[in-house]
């Protein structure tokens, strides 16, 4: 148990409307990344984190923002949710100079 | 582009059998590669990993095989238990030129396994 919770764990929204996701982990991990998973698709990189206020682009940033302002917290954020945003969303953490990385629950996101 | 391949969708085998879980790359920057199992309405959880200095790594029941000429890996899971039915993810990692990646992992699309009693 890497210690990360992620909150909410499921939310339904409208198009158009502002959203954020929390994930927050316990144990100062330096690094931090937000994925979402789709069907046929994986898991892909939206933005990760290599520090406070350190973060950069993933794979699939677009419409989405990031903020970590302190170490234990790593925001997502929708800034108008489509519905092409719909999908799981994971929180995950490094530990140490590791490659393995220890994933959160996961938050469902419904954008209708 | 798809760096990381899981061509096979899903996957049917007997318990107490062998599964094969297979994966193909194509960027060879990668030198780190790993295997997640994912339950439903959970998060992936590591399972085994390999670098490409190794082409073997063994941990229990489950062993990953990687062939570096063939840009493959593959993973065992012997001998299979219906707690293995799962969704099973390859994903890899390359350090980059400054000796990081920040840790970012290219996932495949994932094989549904299912192990029957």
């Known amino acids: 148990d890497a210690g990360i919770t992620q909150s909410p764990r499921h939310k339904v929204t409208e198009t158009g409307t502002p959203v954020t996701l929390r994930c927050h982990q316990t144990?100062?991990?330096?690094?931090m990344y937000w994925y979402r998973q789709d069907p046929g698709h994986g898991l892909r990189l939206i933005h990760y984190?290599?520090?406070?206020?350190?973060?950069d682009k993933g794979e699939v940033s677009d419409g989405y923002s990031v903020s970590r302002s302190k170490t234990e917290d790593f925001l997502l954020t929708l800034e108008s949710a489509t519905s092409s945003q719909t999908s799981v969303y994971f929180c995950?953490?490094?530990?140490?100079?590791?490659?393995?990385?220890?994933f959160g629950p996961g938050t469902r996101l419904t954008v209708t | 582009d798809q760096q990381v391949k899981q061509n096979s969708p899903s996957l049917s085998v007997q318990e107490g059998r062998i599964s094969i879980l297979n994966c193909d790359y194509t960027?060879?920057?990668?030198?780190?590669f790993l295997w997640y199992k994912k339950y439903p309405a959970e998060g992936p959880t590591f399972l085994i990993s390999?670098?490409?200095?190794?082409d073997k790594n063994e941990d229990g029941r489950f062993t990953v095989f990687l062939n570096k000429s063939a840009k493959h890996l593959s993973l065992h899971i012997v001998p299979s238990q219906p707690g293995d039915s799962a969704v099973y993810f390859c994903?890899?990692?390359?350090?980059?030129?400054?000796?990081?990646?920040?840790?970012?992992?290219?996932f495949g699309q994932g094989t549904i396994l299912t192990v029957h009693p």
């Open positions: 995950a953490i490094t530990i140490g100079g590791g490659y393995e990385q220890y």
């Open positions: 144990e100062n991990h330096r690094y």
């Open positions: 984190s290599y520090g406070v206020k350190d973060t």
């Open positions: 960027n060879s920057m990668f030198d780190y």
């Open positions: 390999i670098s490409s200095i190794k």
């Open positions: 994903a890899a990692s390359a350090r980059g030129a400054g000796g990081t990646s920040y840790g970012k992992l290219t």
